[in-house]
Each structure stands twice: as C-alpha cells, then as structure tokens.
C-alpha cells in the first residue's frame, strides 16, 4: 500500500507499543492505510474533526494526511496514548489528544463557535449508542456538521432505511431519517481490520436536516420503542401501553390502524408522538 506519510507502518507501532486489540473495548484496527484515506476524503473539505476511538493512530494519520487542520482524538484505552503522541508530534499544533470515554466526554466546550466532522470507526459495542446521543441531542443543529462512521454492515443498513426497507427499519431509521440524511457509502470487508470481525462493515455519511419537521422528542422514543418493540402487531395492538385507544389516536391523522409498524413511514410517527404529547 501507498504511504500517506513518513511515520512508521501500524503494524509496527502496534507491535512496539504493545496494542493488541481488546474486544471488551470492541477494538478492530484499521491498517490499511488506503482505506483509512477513503475515509478520510469521504468526509469532504476537513477543518474541525472530532475522531473517537483512534487506536494507534491509523485513521488520525490519513485524516491529517488529508489536510485536517485540527483533530481531536477521543481515546479510552490509556496504552494508545504514547502511540497517538507520536503522530502529534509528526503533525504539530494540529492533533489534540483526549484520554476518555467518549460515552461521557462533551466535546462541545472544546469547539466554541465553531462545528466539528465527525470522522470515526467507531467501537462495535458503543456505536449506535453514540450515534442515537448525536441524532437525539437537544440542541439543533448540533455542533457536527457531517458524521462519517464505521458500522457494522446491518446497523449501517438500519440507519438508512425507512418502509420501503421493512427488514431493516426500526427505531433507529426513524430517528436518523427524521433528523439527518443518511447514506451509505461503501462497504469494508472483515480482512481490512485487525482482528478481523465476523461480519462486513459499512461507511455511513450522515448529514443533519436544518429543519427538522417539529416534534417532542421524548414522545418519539417511546412511540418507536412501542411500535417495534411488537413489531408484528397491528398499531391497535402495540400502542395500547402509550394510549388506551390506538384507533381513537391514529383515525385522525389518517393512518390506519391496522398497519404495522414497518409500514408507517417518519412523518406518520412524528404525527403520533405530536398527537399523544398535545394530549397527555
């Protein structure tokens, strides 16, 4: 593969630094360095960049390769610190280092008027988890501008999909549709990572909607939660535990009671979470 710099290959760095990935921190090791550029490039004109879980580095490295001007690395595991440093060094004044939990760390102070890209490929067990916290944050617009993230081949499809990808959709569709525009960019086969996941990875591009169509947000949440929490049930059916009349609530809004949830696209379920918050 084509070196994007001078600094030594991951292989070697992880070897030298003694970073065997851990799967309690669901760590996979990106060491191919073209495709840590296509990622990179993927995320379009790059100024501001918030990277969560970095590892040894290898996508910090193509990011700044790629002319990031600032990079703010949020990493967990302490032993990839003395790796990251390294790179720092390499790119002076551009790459801010962060030891925390990004489950609990608020970039927002570091930013100040400015917004960030998201770029990452981010930990398989606290992935959608993040994700769920940038789609659900109060403030809107939020402080990322794009978010080009690394999924697992079946999140990244939930992520996009709405009814007419019934196998796929579910909450996690719903939020991100109402909210983002969302695509998947390329997949990433099992042999690009170290050690290599089971399943085939995918590049989701999420972009926030300035306007968002109105809703209450908690009302959402429990709607979706609701809905295809018995997705095999009527709306009738699987409503009951938020209202006590479904039919009552969703005849007016013109959505049939006896559809699925699958079959309701985001609008229809903003207009029930509007209708039960303007109720209870």
């Known amino acids: 593969m ?3 710099d001078d600094l030594p290959p991951l292989r070697d760095v992880v070897q030298r630094f003694d970073l065997a990935p851990r799967k309690a921190l669901g760590q996979n090791f990106l060491f191919d360095l073209n495709l840590t550029s296509r990622i990179a490039r993927s995320a379009g004109t790059l100024e501001t960049v918030i990277e969560v879980g970095p590892g040894p580095g290898g996508l910090t490295r193509a ?3 790629a002319g990031a001007k600032r990079v703010i ?4 595991d302490s032993r990839c610190i003395a790796a990251l440093q390294e790179i720092a060094a390499h790119y002076p004044g551009r790459l801010e280092i962060i030891e925390a939990d990004a489950m609990r760390f608020d970039p927002r102070p570091l930013l100040g008027d400015a917004r960030a890209k998201i770029v990452a490929n981010l930990p398989y067990n606290v992935g959608t988890q993040l994700l769920l916290d940038w789609v659900t944050a109060p403030e809107w617009p939020p402080f990322w501008e794009s978010a080009t993230l690394m999924f697992q081949r079946e999140v990244a499809r939930r992520i996009v999909a709405d009814e007419d990808d019934r196998a796929d959709y579910g909450r ?5 549709g109402w909210r983002t ?6 997949d990433v086969a099992p042999s690009a990572f170290v050690p290599p996941p089971k399943v085939t990875s995918s590049v989701v591009h999420l972009t ?3 306007d968002p169509a109105p809703c209450d947000l908690a009302m959402l949440e429990k709607v ?6 018995q997705r095999r049930k009527m709306l009738r059916q699987s409503l ?3 209202h006590p009349d479904p039919v009552a609530l969703l005849t007016p809004l013109g959505i049939a009671p006896t559809a699925r949830a699958e079959e309701l696209g985001v609008a229809g379920f903003l207009a029930i979470a509007n209708a039960l918050a303007g109720t209870r």
């Open 181 to 186: 525009h969302a695509t998947i960019l390329f």
């Open 63 to 65: 990011l700044l390769a």
């Open 172 to 176: 996690l569709g719903v939020l991100c």
């Open 240 to 242: 009951k535990g938020i």
């Open 2 to 4: 084509a070196a994007i």
């Open 73 to 76: 690395a949020i990493e967990r």
């Open 224 to 229: 979706t939660q609701a809905a295809f929490g």
């Open 208 to 210: 926030p909607r300035p």
